[in-house]
């Protein structure tokens, strides 16, 4: 049986259904995360300090000296380098190193665009010794409007657009000090994006020895035009015209290629219209939260599974995603402030087309939305033959949430606690 090694950040939900995907492949599991201990279902996890890539792959090295692992999967974005650290010393299908650490930095993910001339916005780097006019002289540079965003964190925690010059001067400001908030040097750079308008897209895709199979095309019907960045709805397929569909994925294929990724799952955001795209972000990783929940393949099976077969070298033949529509509501934060209660459950679970509704946080915890927060309430599921039908589902399912929260001061104080 083969033997696989997940690497789980102990503030994810995601683990269950990476645990359901070994189950149903036969493969055994061990779980590395910040604190050892047994999990509910009684899976043992020992402790790998995902902070810290070098002393997280000495861990699993030892660990493996006496119960051997066939692959290493990170399940979120902490555990990405140290997996692809851990892998190249054990010797098993992995990403290099460096290529993982682009992922999780957006200013070195910016520059092997740039030296390849896959299409990306055009940027610039704001160092911490930037005062207000050497801030506001770059952004000139770069034309308005533009995105301030740390280099470093995901889930759109962070970034804000600016318009103007005094705009990009408030947004730098808000912006350090939700970094700093949640353990940022305060000496890390900014990263300063020119804007770019039309519609997001998500591409969803397995590598395989260098070559990108695209899975999934997700359209985000809501536009992102800012100022803060928070995603809602994803559904698939994608309606883009033909021309986009291509340029799309070609654009993530490239990236992969310039980040150096070759193995494993690569889950991409992209801005396309008119057959022209612009590569947001990379990561090594399935897409976030429980959105993997959408998508099935062939005969059944999830893409938490086609990802653990293809670590563990188990023969799956390639498959075509369903036919079906399919599509997720990520449940969004309306203030900042301490969950009260999520409630118009049963009336949600009543729509049509709607397949499933999961509350992810605990009434009590602290929340925020972007760019203070970086996480949601909960996912709606929906099904259709069409995704205008989806789209209609989520949005009908929306209005009927409503979400109880005892709004505080300072949203910072909320990213702090998220």
Avoid: W
């Avoid at 102990?10 to 999990?39: C, I, K, N």
């Avoid at 009260?340 to 999961?358: F, H, I, N, Q």
């Amino acid at each position: 049986m083969a033997r696989l090694l997940l690497l789980v950040p102990t503030s994810t939900y995601r683990v269950a259904d990476f645990l359901e995907a070994a189950r149903v492949l036969g493969v055994d599991v061990v779980v590395g995360t910040e604190q050892s201990h047994v999990m509910a279902d009684g899976t043992g996890a020992f402790e790998v300090p995902l902070g810290d890539p070098e002393r997280a792959a000495a861990a699993i090295v030892a660990h493996d000296s006496t119960s051997p692992i066939d692959a290493v999967v990170a399940v979120d974005d902490q555990g990405t380098v140290a997996a692809a650290v851990a892998a190249t010393r054990l010797g098993l299908r992995h990403n290099p190193p460096e290529a993982a650490r682009a992922t999780r930095d957006k200013l070195l993910m910016r520059r092997l665009l740039d030296e390849s001339e896959v299409p990306q916005p055009a940027f610039a780097v704001s160092p911490a010794s930037d005062g207000p006019d050497d801030l506001v002289q770059r952004a000139r540079a770069l034309g308005f409007p533009c995105v301030v965003k740390p280099a470093t964190l995901s889930g759109s925690q962070g970034v804000l657009r600016a318009d103007d010059e005094a705009g990009v001067v408030a947004a730098a400001t808000r912006v350090r000090r939700i970094a700093t908030a949640v353990g940022v040097d305060p000496d890390a750079p900014l990263l300063l994006e020119r804007f770019v308008p039309g519609p997001e897209v998500a591409v969803e895709g397995l590598l395989r020895a260098g070559e990108l199979e695209v899975l999934a095309v997700f359209d985000k019907p809501d536009p992102l035009d800012g100022p803060a960045f928070e995603e809602t709805i994803y559904v698939t397929p994608s309606r883009l015209p033909a021309e986009d569909h291509a340029a799309a994925t070609a654009a993530v294929s490239a990236a992969a290629r310039a980040m150096g990724l070759v193995e494993g799952p690569v889950h991409a955001e992209v801005r396309v219209e008119g057959g022209r795209a612009a590569v947001i972000e990379v990561a090594a990783r399935t897409i976030g939260g429980l959105c993997a929940r959408t998508l099935s393949f062939g005969t059944g099976h999830t893409l938490e599974e086609l990802v653990i077969a293809h670590a563990v070298g188990l023969p799956l033949e390639p498959m075509a995603r369903r036919r079906e529509a399919a599509g997720v509501l990520m449940i969004p934060v309306p203030r900042a402030g301490t969950l009260r209660a999520v409630s118009g459950r049963d009336d949600v679970l009543a729509l049509p087309g709607v397949t499933g509704l999961e509350i992810t946080t605990a009434v009590g915890k602290v929340v925020a939305p972007p760019p203070e927060g970086n996480r949601y309430l909960g996912f709606v599921f929906a099904r259709g033959l069409r995704p205008a039908d989806v789209e209609s589902a989520l949005r009908a399912a929306r209005a009927r949430l409503v979400v109880d929260v005892e709004p505080m001061d300072d949203p910072v104080d909320a990213a702090a606690c998220s």
